[in-house]
């Protein structure tokens, strides 16, 4: 049996960076930390964090005054920023430098009254930071998952409209939902293609790759993990098997039967530790000695806020 492992796979820029923002506060701060949300989504991580003594929290209402928090990796609408700051938290902010953007752009349109339409997942943590970057009562933010939705939307003005994604989502079906946008609404603006972030883009393609010369693929990523989830509906729609696995103890040794070529790769909250691991027990198991598949080479590093570090992640 040959594994052969995705490349780029695991963390990517703007989780590396949330880690090390939460890591630095701990030695700095030497005091509790509380996490609003996950602060990515995987429950390794998670759990190493817990036990160094960080408190995760769903609201602010549970985080004593005078503390502090960071906000997680997915970003926190207006109304939490505000909520933090009227408890007077410290707040280190963890959000991914590229859902900013999107923030970024979100505020512009609600401040001009434009209308817009998001593309994402309901009840996404991006999803609920991002829409909630719309303050502006007169005019509307849309959330629309499929094109379904697109055929069902009806919007006030369509002259001055506006559109943005959640960063994780597939590349094909977002492509296909934009132009049912794009038809139904000619004058729609946005980004050049969508928000989707590099390292969503890369795994993608990447796994696209692997899933032409494996007969099975592992993604390592928790089930919360949309960009995770991406990659394994991908691989199973190209028609290789594809499995889903927060760690190497949910893998099922008959899935194995018959494999002769076995594709890993991980969501960009998945860290190397748990590759390795699945990596140990497929060798055991008499395994060769792993095959790193070639593939787009990632510079991309976010600086930590000053005050936490001066040091690139
Ligand atoms: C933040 C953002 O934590 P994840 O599994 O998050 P998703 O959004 O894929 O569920 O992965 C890292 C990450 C990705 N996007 C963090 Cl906005
Ligand atoms: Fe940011 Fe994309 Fe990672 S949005 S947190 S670089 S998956």
């Given at each position: 049996?040959?594994?052969?492992?995705?490349?780029?796979?695991?963390?990517?820029?703007?989780?590396?960076?949330?880690?090390?923002?939460?890591?630095?506060?701990?030695?700095?701060?030497?005091?509790?930390?509380?996490?609003?949300?996950?602060?990515v989504?995987?429950?390794?991580i998670?759990?190493q964090?817990?036990?160094?003594?960080?408190i995760?929290?769903?609201?602010?209402?549970?985080?004593?005054?005078?503390?502090?928090?960071?906000?997680?990796?997915?970003?926190?609408?207006?109304?939490v920023?505000?909520?933090?700051?009227?408890k007077?938290?410290?707040?280190?902010?963890?959000?991914?430098?590229?859902?900013?953007?999107?923030?970024?752009?979100?505020?512009?349109?609600?401040?001009?009254?434009?209308?817009t339409?998001?593309?994402?997942?309901?009840?996404?943590?991006?999803?609920?930071?991002?829409?909630?970057?719309?303050?502006?009562?007169?005019?509307?933010?849309?959330?629309?998952?499929?094109?379904?939705?697109?055929?069902?939307?009806?919007?006030?003005?369509?002259?001055?409209?506006?559109?943005?994604?959640?960063?994780?989502?597939?590349i094909?079906?977002?492509k296909?939902?934009?132009?049912?946008?794009?038809?139904?609404?000619?004058?729609?603006?946005?980004p050049?293609?969508e928000?989707?972030?590099?390292?969503?883009?890369?795994?993608?393609?990447?796994?696209?790759?692997?899933?032409?010369?494996?007969d099975?693929?592992?993604?390592?990523?928790?089930?919360?993990?949309?960009?995770?989830n991406?990659?394994?509906?991908?691989?199973?729609e190209?028609?290789?098997?594809?499995?889903?696995?927060?760690?190497?103890?949910?893998i099922?040794?008959?899935?194995?039967?018959?494999?002769?070529?076995i594709?890993?790769?991980?969501?960009?909250?998945?860290?190397?530790?748990?590759?390795?691991?699945v990596?140990e027990?497929?060798?055991?198991?008499g395994?060769?000695?792993?095959?790193?598949?070639?593939?787009?080479?990632?510079?991309?590093?976010?600086?930590?806020?000053?005050?936490?570090?001066?040091?690139?992640?």
């Open positions: 049996m040959n594994i052969i492992l995705s490349n780029p796979r695991g963390f990517c820029a703007g989780v590396k960076r949330a880690v090390l923002i939460v890591e630095n506060a701990l030695k700095i701060y030497k005091k509790t930390i509380y996490v609003k949300h996950e602060l989504h995987n429950q390794y998670t759990n964090l817990l036990k160094k003594g960080v995760f929290v769903e609201k602010i209402s549970q985080i004593p005054a005078n503390s502090i928090v960071v906000f997680s990796a997915h970003g926190v609408s207006k109304k920023t505000e909520e933090a700051i009227k007077k938290l410290t707040i280190l902010n963890a959000t991914c430098p590229l859902v900013k953007k999107v923030h970024i752009e979100v505020s512009k349109s609600s401040k001009k009254g434009i209308e339409i998001i593309i994402g997942h309901k009840g996404h943590a991006e999803i609920q930071g991002t829409i909630g970057q719309y303050d502006n009562k007169k005019g509307k933010i849309y959330l629309i998952e499929s094109i379904k939705d697109v055929k069902n939307l009806s919007v006030k003005n369509d002259k001055k409209l506006n559109f943005v994604t959640q960063t994780t989502l597939s094909n079906n977002t296909n939902i934009i132009s049912a946008l794009k038809n139904k609404f000619p004058k729609i603006s946005g050049a293609k928000d989707i972030c590099y390292a969503t883009t890369n795994r993608q393609i990447a796994v696209q790759k692997l899933s032409k010369i494996t099975i693929i592992l993604v390592v990523g928790s089930k919360n993990s949309s960009n995770s991406r990659l394994a509906e991908l691989g199973q190209m028609g290789t098997f594809t499995k889903l696995i927060n760690s190497v103890a949910d099922k040794i008959k899935w194995l039967k018959n494999v002769n070529s594709g890993i790769t991980a969501g960009a909250s998945a860290p190397e530790i748990l590759v390795t691991e990596i027990y497929l060798q055991n198991l395994a060769n000695k792993p095959i790193e598949m070639l593939g787009v080479q990632e510079k991309i590093t976010f600086k930590v806020p000053k005050n936490l570090s001066n040091k690139k992640c």
